[in-house]
């Protein structure tokens, strides 16, 4: 009940990702034909040509799809956030069951029809398109469904890089962990993989059973959809000039912040394309650099740290400076803080912190060689991150630690996966899963302030977004901040109703 009225409330959004989801696979299914037919023609006829094609179109195949997308982010021309890179790596995949296909069914026909048509004087090509196409075609489409129906899942992953699709809500429901988020995006990919498996299993049998043998009529027909359909899709797919790109990170509260900056902008007539979810912070900064985004919320600790390499800095105003410096130079405007300060806090159960007497991270040396700590990938890897708090602590745990996405980490902690994480200092979870903040005595975590970034060249043309944004400063507290996220996490409310709420009650004007 609960995802039908999901649904119907988010009519005009779950349109807009089928139509997305369609365009990506609709593009790369029929680039993959395009390649993958005179690769399988190849394969067929040269066997010590075909090998390498199939062998590297295996290959291909067994790269994980996160991975693949992971390589193909910093390629020129075909990197950078959005459809093209997932057309590309939807394109691999695709490849291997069309080649294979369409080796296959060249490779059944019987050499006696062949051996007639020679007889009768037909050339290569002329048995090619009347003789040997017409026959393996049954064997082709089989190929090309299972490429489309692949697509159809694959294509899910290309919401991590903003191509959008149904994919955006199986993640935003994974940072929220919100099984009905997860599930409005995750059935409507199944119910198109079916229906497209139907769709094409039937034209397979009855090509096979040669009841409908495709005319040169028909064959124009059917491309002339496929070009209106793509056509169609592709105007959809393409951002409209114009409008300001904001982006996030894939946790929460950076979902709500990107919503926070499109809501301000629009409020002041601002055209807004939303590119929510991307990933981690090195995307995000990579996507703003190369002008895929305009616009997103960093936090100044991260910035220095983890983005620019510099040496960890405890004065907010030093942090603030050298951050805004840096990025200048880059093309990049730090705008002022919102307000909050989103610290890294550790944090435990609060039964075992009363139990045990623990109330300061240096308390954690009690109990070093019995816990396992957990941490959100990026923890695990920042100078500022795992193995510095390890240093500044002098702690040494007997167990390494389990690394996941950041919003599973709270949950894992709550029900005794593990014993103490790494968590934000503003999660909603804090408070909702019981637990308790373990005072960083020694002052090991630098200052997080939350800015807005947005490239300078797209305020110089737009100066009306730095006045809207100017709104914002200083109006975002740690309280309001974790009641945004609470409001998300805990009682699953819908990310942009709770921006707007919390917008209408801090800008009147």
């Known amino acids: 009940m609960r995802l039908l009225s999901f649904w119907m409330s988010h009519g005009e959004e779950l349109a807009a990702m089928i139509e997305r989801h369609l365009f990506l696979v609709l593009w790369s299914t029929t680039i993959a034909t395009a390649i993958g037919l005179p690769a399988g023609i190849v394969a067929a006829h040269r066997p010590r040509v075909g090998r390498p094609l199939l062998a590297a179109a295996s ?75 017409p026959l393996a075609l049954p064997s082709i489409v089989a190929g090309i469904r299972i490429a489309t129906i692949v697509g159809i899942g694959t294509a899910t992953i290309a919401a991590a890089i903003g191509a959008g699709g149904l994919g955006e809500y199986i993640f935003r429901g994974l940072s929220m962990v919100d099984s009905t988020v997860i599930l409005a995006g995750a059935i409507p990919a199944a119910v198109l993989a079916l229906v497209a498996d139907g769709a094409l299993t039937w034209v397979e049998r009855r090509l096979a059973s040669g009841r409908q043998r495709p005319s040169g009529t028909m064959a124009i027909a059917a491309a002339a959809t496929l070009l209106a359909i793509l056509v169609g899709t592709a105007a959809f797919g ?11 990170k894939n946790f929460t509260e950076q979902v709500v912040l990107g919503e926070l900056l499109a809501q301000t902008l629009e409020r002041r007539g601002v055209r807004v394309t939303r590119r929510l979810n991307l990933g981690g912070s090195f995307i995000c900064d990579r996507a703003i650099r190369s002008g895929d985004i305009d616009a997103y919320v960093e936090y100044t600790g991260t910035a220095l740290t ?4 510099q040496p960890v800095e405890k004065n907010p105003d030093a942090v603030l400076t050298a951050v805004r410096n840096a990025y200048g130079r880059a093309g990049l405007s730090v705008l002022p803080p919102l307000g909050f300060n989103n610290t890294f806090a550790m944090l435990v159960r609060r039964t075992d912190a009363e139990a045990l007497g623990l109330s300061t991270i240096d308390d954690l040396r009690r ?30 745990f007997s167990t390494p630690p389990r690394a996941m996405e950041l919003n599973l980490v709270y949950r894992a902690l709550a029900v005794g996966q ?92």
């Open 59 to 133: 290959i291909g195949q067994t790269i994980p799809s996160l991975a693949l997308l992971g390589f193909l982010l910093p390629l020129p021309f075909i990197g950078g956030i959005g459809p093209r890179i997932a057309i590309v790596a939807l394109i691999v995949y695709a490849l291997l069951p069309i080649i294979r296909s369409t080796a296959a069914g060249l490779r059944s026909i019987d050499p006696a029809v062949i051996d007639a048509g020679v007889a009768m004087g037909m050339t290569p090509r002329q048995l090619l398109w009347l003789v040997e196409l």
């Open 238 to 248: 393409s951002t409209g000039s114009g409008a300001i790109v904001v982006g996030s």
């Open 306 to 309: 983890a983005i620019l390499k």
């Open 367 to 396: 109990v070093e060689a019995q816990w396992r700590p957990g941490f959100g990938y990026e923890f695990a890897e920042r100078a500022d991150g795992y193995a510095g708090l390890l240093n500044a602590y002098n702690l040494r």
């Open 418 to 509: 593990v014993d103490v994480i790494a968590g934000d200092a503003t999660s909603g979870l804090i408070k909702a899963l019981d637990l308790r903040v373990l005072r960083d005595n020694r002052g090991y975590f630098p200052p997080y302030y939350a800015v807005p970034i947005v490239r300078s060249a797209v305020l110089l043309a737009h100066p009306e977004l730095r006045e809207a944004l100017d709104q914002l400063t200083g109006r975002v507290s740690e309280d309001d901040m974790r009641a945004l996220n609470a409001a998300v996490d805990v009682e699953h409310r819908d990310v942009a109703v709770a921006v707007k709420e919390f917008l209408q009650m801090t800008l009147r004007e």
